[in-house]
C-alpha cells in the first residue's frame, strides 16, 4: 500500500507558551520544515510558529 502524500504536523510557538495548531503539510512538494507566522492567543500577538512531530 502507498504511503499518504499528507501528514499531520503539530505547529508550535517560539514565545514559549505551550499553545500550537495542529495542520496537514504535503510532505512531497514541502520537504523542509515549516515555519509560518499565526496569531498566539496567549502570549496575545502573532509570532513565529516552528513544525515538530505530532505525538
Known amino acids: 500500500m502507498a504511503k ?3 501528514q499531520l504536523i503539530k505547529l508550535e ?7 500550537f495548531y495542529v495542520t496537514k503539510k504535503n510532505t512531497r512538494n514541502k520537504t ?3 515555519v509560518l507566522r499565526k496569531y498566539d492567543p496567549k502570549a496575545r500577538r502573532h509570532v ?8
Open 4 to 6: 499518504p502524500s499528507t
Open 13 to 19: 510557538s517560539t514565545a514559549g507558551t505551550g499553545y
Open 32 to 34: 523542509d520544515k515549516l
Open 48 to 55: 513565529e510558529f516552528r513544525e515538530t512531530k505530532l505525538k
